[in-house]
Nanobody, 124 residues
Framework: QEQLVESGGGLVQPGGSLRLSCVAS????????IGWFRRAPGKQREGISC????????YYADSVKGRFTISRDNAANTGYLHMNNLKPEDTAEYYC?????????????????WGQGTQVTVSS
């Protein structure tokens, strides 16, 4: 059974950067879409990025476009979310999950094997 573990979160000042990792075990990430999601206190879960398993096409929510970059290393069975120019409104618990395709990443529908999350706090 596939298990995902996120890491790389922490406390960072506005304008700072972090790199989140999503390591899979029990199954290969190859050919699977990897999605990143976040949930801020009092808010609904937001799908923020996804990278296709078939051709590596990446997708971003408007809230992170131009600041976040998604990538993957199939050999390492790991997905990444590079976050630059972080803002206080990026503060949230961040999760990764996999799906056959990225089509529904904004809602998270059809994504399974969710990780436990990693906390990102952006504050001065």
């Amino acid at each position: 059974q596939e298990q995902l573990v996120e890491s790389g979160g922490g406390l960072v000042q506005p304008g700072g950067s972090l790199r989140l990792s999503c390591v899979a075990s029990g199954a290969s990430l190859a050919y699977k879409a990897i999605g990143w999601f976040r949930r801020a206190p009092g808010k609904q879960r937001e799908g923020i990025s996804c990278i296709s398993g078939s051709d590596g096409t990446s997708y971003y929510a408007d809230s992170v476009k131009g600041r976040f970059t998604i990538s993957r290393d199939n050999a390492a069975n790991t997905g990444y979310l590079h976050m630059n120019n972080l803002k206080p409104e990026d503060t949230a618990e961040y999760y990764c999950a996999t799906a056959p395709f990225c089509d529904h990443y904004p809602s998270g529908a059809h994504f399974g094997s969710w990780g436990q999350g990693t906390q990102v706090t952006v504050s001065s």
